[in-house]
Nanobody
Framework: QVQLVESGGGLVQAGGSLTLSCAAT????????VGWFRQAPGKGREFVAR????????DYKFSVTGRCTISRDNAKNTVYLQMNNAKPDDPAVYYC????????????WGQGTQVTVSS
């Protein structure tokens, strides 16, 4: 069974860049669609970006389009989320998740990594 571990979170200045990583163990991540989500304090979890198994299809939350890039390196068993031009509404715990059953539902989640933006 695949397990996901996020890393790369931390403090970034407004306007700065950060790259989050989602490393898979226990299975090959190329078998699964993967998404990034985030949850800010007091708010629900929201979709940020997703990527197909091959990496050829990506999709983004409208407010991060043009600022975030999701990518995958199947040889490293890792999916990335690069965030540029960090904004005040970006701080949150960022989670990656995999659709392991093929039903377009994300059923396997990592523990999350905190992103904080300083002004």
């Amino acid at each position: 069974q695949v397990q996901l571990v996020e890393s790369g979170g931390g403090l970034v200045q407004a306007g700065g860049s950060l790259t989050l990583s989602c490393a898979a163990t226990g299975d090959t991540i190329s078998n699964y669609r993967v998404g990034w989500f985030r949850q800010a304090p007091g708010k629900g979890r929201e979709f940020v970006a997703r990527i197909s198994r091959s990496g050829g299809i990506t999709d983004y939350k409208f407010s991060v389009t043009g600022r975030c890039t999701i990518s995958r390196d199947n040889a490293k068993n890792t999916v990335y989320l690069q965030m540029n031009n960090a904004k005040p509404d970006d701080p949150a715990v960022y989670y990656c998740a995999a659709d392991t059953k093929g039903g377009y539902q994300y059923d396997t989640w990592g523990q999350g990594t905190q992103v904080t933006v300083s002004s």
